[in-house]
Structure formats: structure tokens, C-alpha cells
């Protein structure tokens, strides 16, 4: 997570001290397979790069600033 100012990190940490919201197991079932279905996008889409001739930690870079946020 980047940072952009003093108020920014200040608010992340009063966000983390918050109660957290109650979800229902559909809601974590979802996330579970979006999370999978990333995960396994990203590892397709860095060995197809190493494939390519791309060195390893120049593919790591590559996967990880084109993941969604």
C-alpha cells in the first residue's frame, strides 16, 4: 500500500481499528474464487513471460503492476 501523506496513513490505521463488518459465507465464498481466479491469472501471465525470454524478477514486476487494485 503506498502512502501519500501523514493524513493518509492516519486515516489506514483508525480504518483498521474499526469493527469489523460481518460477512456472510456466500460473500467469502465469492471472494475465494475471485482471489483464486486471480492468483492463477497472475501465474499464467508470468510464465508465459518467462517463455518470452523476460527474466524472472523483470516478470514479477511486470504481473504484479498490471494486477487490478
Known amino acids: 500500500m503506498r ?5 493518509n496513513t492516519l486515516a ?3 480504518a ?3 469493527k469489523p463488518r460481518r460477512t456472510s459465507l456466500l460473500q467469502r465464498v465469492v471472494w475465494f474464487f475471485d482471489t483464486m481466479s486471480e492468483g492463477v ?3 499464467a501471465a508470468y510464465d508465459e513471460l518467462v517463455r ?13 503492476e498490471t494486477m487490478k487494485r
Open 12 to 14: 489506514f490505521v483508525h
Open 3 to 7: 502512502t501519500t501523506s501523514y493524513e
Open 16 to 18: 483498521l481499528n474499526r
Open 41 to 43: 491469472h497472475s501465474a
Open 52 to 64: 518470452k525470454g523476460m527474466r524472472p524478477e523483470q516478470a514479477v514486476r511486470r504481473v504484479f
